[in-house]
């Protein structure tokens, strides 16, 4: 039973990352191909939720990492994948705030 749950939480977190940055980088993507300043507010909502789920789920992979040593490296290397996301939205902000996109 442990193993099914293991096994569950692995896979939401790495769905989990994906969406995450599919979902932040059509936003981003399609801000800088419209420039619709609408987006922006929109993608800071998107922001605070991903980053409340994104937490929890990080939270889980730690406390699972304390539950169930002897799958230490394979929950090692989810949180690494969910961690990804950090840098990568970390780039998105400095791109848009620092009007490397701004139309003269």
């Known amino acids: 039973m442990k ?3 293991y096994n569950t939480i692995i896979k939401i977190s790495i769905i989990c990352f994906k969406y ?3 979902l932040g980088t059509l ?3 399609y801000y800088i191909i419209t420039k619709n300043h609408n987006l922006i507010y929109l993608g800071f909502i998107y922001l605070v939720f991903a980053v409340i789920i994104n937490i929890v ?3 889980t992979l730690l406390i699972t990492l304390i539950a169930l040593p ?3 490296l394979k929950t090692l290397k989810t949180v ?3 961690l990804i996301n950090i840098p ?3 780039i998105y902000y400095w791109s848009l705030s620092s009007g490397i996109f701004r139309s003269y």
């Open 3 to 5: 193993n099914e749950h």
């Open 20 to 22: 995450s940055f599919i």
């Open 27 to 29: 936003i981003y993507a």
């Open 57 to 59: 789920l990080l939270a």
């Open 70 to 72: 002897e799958n230490r």
């Open 80 to 82: 690494g994948i969910l």
């Open 88 to 90: 990568i939205a970390y």
